[in-house]
């Protein structure tokens, strides 16, 4: 029983066969690229398929929130290799994927001046990540009664009690458990911003 794991939502991107049966991590790839995870990945996923031979039994992918362009890529990686190779896809949040300790704390940059932070208990993400104004967040950071990670390079200078980590394929393959009708999408710290396009007749009547 090997899960293929999947986790693009970093620049740190890892891709890890876990052995479902022995808990343990038997095969691995991982790079580095700020947006170019769908130029790069495709080489390391074929090499851990041919590692896999015929014992693949699942994919689980991890979800964000992060790089949008690299979530949506390991989405569309997981999902073709779910039908070429007709085993269930799974997804779980990338915080869950940060430490392999029980409770732990992900913090970050939200953009917009503002910081978050997910709580992690059990392994598993409680509620929703806490959006946080910046000039509260080292207040909030030093209340914090465990452990606490961040990918964000700057959060981590800021702050000497946040250690630097990046979520990471096995543990996200290790959280595979299968899956119902779900649909597969990028988890966002808020709502997608969408642009509605203006009705075509109401542009010309404002040119004209």
């Known amino acids: 029983m090997l899960i293929l794991g999947i986790e693009t939502s970093s620049p740190r991107v890892s891709l890890s066969l876990w052995d479902q049966k022995k808990a343990c991590e038997i095969a691995r790839e991982e790079f580095e690229t700020d947006r170019a995870h769908n130029a790069v990945i495709f080489e390391p996923t074929k090499k851990l398929l041919e590692v896999s031979e015929d014992q693949l039994a ?41 430490s392999t300790l029980e409770n732990f704390f992900v913090v970050g940059d939200a953009r917009r001046r503002t910081r978050f932070v997910a709580t992690i ?72 911003y969408i642009t509605k396009a203006k009705p075509k007749g109401l542009a010309a009547r404002k040119k004209g």
């Open 58 to 98: 699942g994919i689980c992918i991890g979800l964000g929130p992060g790089s949008y362009s690299g979530v949506r890529v390991g989405i569309a990686v997981g999902n073709g290799l779910s039908l070429a190779c007709g085993v269930p896809v799974a997804g779980v949040p990338s915080l869950q994927a940060f």
């Open 121 to 192: 208990r059990e392994r598993k993400l409680v509620g929703e990540p806490e959006l946080i104004p910046e000039q509260d967040f080292a207040a909030r950071v030093d209340s914090l009664e465990h452990p606490c990670f961040s990918c964000d390079k700057s959060v981590v200078a800021e702050h000497e009690n946040i250690e630097s980590a990046y979520p990471d394929a096995a543990a996200v393959a290790a959280s595979f458990s299968e899956p119902g009708s779900q649909l597969l999408e990028p988890i966002y710290l808020r709502p997608p």
